[in-house]
């Protein structure tokens, strides 16, 4: 059963689009924000979304690269989506496999 309520799934699905639309016209591959989002949705652990989490800007580095995450745009975009899915950040730890470090 997935422990990850249908609407919080949808939540951060709609937080991951959004974030999607801000950093593909920078060129950046979306695909690993849209895997985490998706496997959280699915009930997964992300440690993408816990990194958002941590840090909006480490997130952003690390999905977008050094020279794109400077561009204002982009990291705009990084720190609205840790915005969005910071009420969600319980389940989203929770996700996480302990002991994995």
Known sequence: ???VPPEVGQ????AC????GALAPAG???T?????????ANGQGSFLLQTFLDSPQLG????AGAPV?????VAAGCVTFATAIAPYSAIIAS?????FF
């Open 95 to 99: 996700l996480i496999p302990t002991g």
């Open 17 to 20: 689009t959004t974030l999607a």
């Open 11 to 14: 939540a951060i699905i709609t």
């Open 32 to 40: 690993p924000i849209t895997i985490g989002c998706q496997a959280f």
């Open 28 to 30: 950046v591959d979306i």
């Open 69 to 73: 995450a400077n561009n204002p745009t």
């Open 1 to 3: 059963m997935n422990p």
């Open 60 to 63: 952003c580095l690390l999905l």
